[in-house]
């Protein structure tokens, strides 16, 4: 693999476990500083120790990108560390399902707070920083990924909220690419399918139920693959934008 992104930074949200720590490494290995952005500040900093120790270079900020000031002040940091920031992937983010009946409020307010608002807040933060390197050396481009599902694109019973934010997700992502495609900066989305992460750690019992019997016989997709996806997207020439990318295990269906 090539060093494509020598002399970027990067900032990945959601960097502690899964598809962030799968990215955060490829960009790594692409040649990019990168900035480790999410709340379990060791599982960052033992990250931070395998990138050092690959040659590259690693920052560690412990932040909740759900809290504006926090999520500001993260980009802040990274852009000042490596003095730039080409890249911004938005990985963070939390899958509550579950009926509409009955929900407990709190589940589709923190959906809602990391989902969307934490995703715009980095956004809106790292614009400034991406405008700037579209237009600068050394690849007159920048890369704003946004991580979203194949739940943004198919609602179905018991996960409404949760394909309401996705959904947003992808609306968003599309009015951001026209305002700032024309001055070099891609906006990307990426739909993962089911992938073997800590996602489905947080539902509830039921709700893992209901999961795991779904996908009792599918080979679900693992986080370097949605790494490997991401790392194409940001490592195209400057005049090829790729706005979306779907994948899904081979065998899931819908």
Do not use: C
């Not at 980009?75 to 000042?80: G, I, M, S, W």
């Not at 992937?89 to 579950?98: K, Q, R, S």
Request: aromatic residues 4%.
């Amino acid at each position: 693999m090539g060093q494509h992104l020598t002399g970027t930074a990067a900032l990945v949200t959601g960097a502690s476990s899964g598809i962030g720590e799968a990215t955060a490494l490829s960009l790594a290995v692409e040649g990019a500083a990168v900035a480790l952005v999410a709340r379990r500040g060791d599982r960052l900093e033992a990250l931070a120790e395998r990138i050092r120790g690959a040659g590259a270079r690693a920052q560690v900020i412990v932040a909740d990108v759900t809290d504006r000031e926090q999520a500001v002040g993260a980009v802040e940091r990274a852009a000042e560390e490596f003095g730039r920031l080409d890249t911004v992937i938005n990985n963070a983010g939390v899958m509550l399902l579950g009926p509409i009946e009955g929900a407990p409020l709190r589940e589709w307010e923190r959906m809602l707070s990391l989902n969307v608002q934490g995703l715009m807040y980095v956004a809106h933060a790292a614009l400034p920083h991406l405008l700037k390197a579209g237009a600068s050396d050394p690849r007159g481009v920048a890369d704003l990924v946004n991580v979203s599902s194949v739940a943004g694109r198919v609602a179905r019973s018991g996960s409404a909220v949760y394909n309401a934010t996705k959904h947003a997700v992808g609306a968003f992502s599309e009015g951001l690419r026209q305002e700032v495609t024309e001055r070099h900066v891609r906006v990307s989305l990426v739909e993962p399918g089911a992938v073997a992460t800590e996602l489905s750690d947080h539902l509830s019992d039921a709700a893992k139920e209901r999961f795991s019997t779904r996908f009792a016989e599918v080979e679900m997709l693992r986080a370097d693959d949605i790494a490997d996806a991401i790392s194409y997207l940001v490592t195209r020439p400057r005049h090829v934008a790729i706005n979306e990318i779907l994948i899904r295990p081979t065998e899931q269906v819908g």
